[in-house]
Antibody, heavy 122, light 107 residues
Framework: EVQLVESGGGLVQPGGSLRLSCTGS????????MNWVRQAPGKGLEWVAN????????YYVDSVKGRFTISRDNAENSVYLQMNSLRAEDTAIYYC???????????????WGQGTTVTVSS | EIVLTQSPATLSLSPGERATLSCRAS??????LAWYQQKPGQSPRLLIF???NRATGIPARFSGSRSGTDFTLTISSLEPEDFAVYYC?????????FGGGTQVEIK
């Protein structure tokens, strides 16, 4: 079965750090870009970060640049999100999702994890 | 940043009716647009990729189209399980962006 499983969420104080993990199974992990997407309570989806298949390129939404770092370990079939200097507005469910794109075609984020909840509060 | 504006915010329809959801991009976009469905307490599910291609297992009543910077998701005849929130998402330029969502609710 193709799946992604996130872990690492929890309650953290403002200014604190957290590291999220997402492990894939049932597919060739190294063949896909990986994304983190978050959803604040009662709000819509917000893309957070993307990492290319080999980890050579990384992209972030402006609001997390300099605070969050995405990385991956293809040997462990895992992608990570290191979150530092957390703020109340980072409170959300964090999903990992795979996607694939070629020069002429976008295959969409076709597999999503169940999400892990991050709460930033004192 | 490409802003995706979804309309309407809420669509109230009855089962069997046709649903037309709009996603307007703030600038020219390639075909790299996808649509997702999300139900309460669940992760998003891919419906349509690259503007008009149905994802695996998605019924034929779901279709996607494009006219310039206007993208449309059409549900030809609503089934009870289709009442949910729908998001569009672009992969044409960084940062990736999602639309604000359209909630399809039972009238």
């Amino acid at each position: 079965e193709v799946q992604l499983v996130e872990s690492g969420g929890g309650l953290v104080q403002p200014g604190g750090s957290l590291r999220l993990s997402c492990t894939g199974s049932g597919f060739t992990f190294s063949g896909y870009c990986m994304n983190w997407v978050r959803q604040a309570p009662g709000k819509g989806l917000e893309w957070v970060a993307n990492i290319k298949q080999d980890g050579s390129e990384k992209y972030y939404v402006d609001s997390v640049k300099g605070r969050f770092t995405i990385s991956r370990d293809n040997a462990e079939n895992s992608v990570y999100l290191q979150m530092n200097s957390l703020r109340a507005e980072d409170t959300a469910i964090y999903y990992c999702a795979r996607d694939r794109v070629t020069q002429y075609f976008y295959y969409g984020m076709d597999v999503w994890g169940q999400g892990t909840t991050v709460t930033v509060s004192s | 940043e490409i802003v995706l504006t979804q309309s309407p915010a809420t669509l109230s329809l009855s089962p069997g009716e046709r649903a037309t959801l709009s996603c307007r991009a703030s600038q020219s976009l390639s075909s790299f647009l996808a649509w997702y469905q999300q139900k309460p307490g669940q992760s998003p599910r891919l419906l349509i990729f690259d503007t008009s291609n149905r994802a695996t297992g998605i019924p034929a009543r779901f279709s996607g189209s494009r006219s310039g910077t206007d993208f449309t998701l059409t549900i030809s005849s609503l089934e009870p399980e289709d009442f949910a929130v729908y998001y569009c998402q672009q992969r044409s330029k960084w940062p990736l962006t999602f639309g604000g969502g359209t909630q399809v609710e039972i009238k």
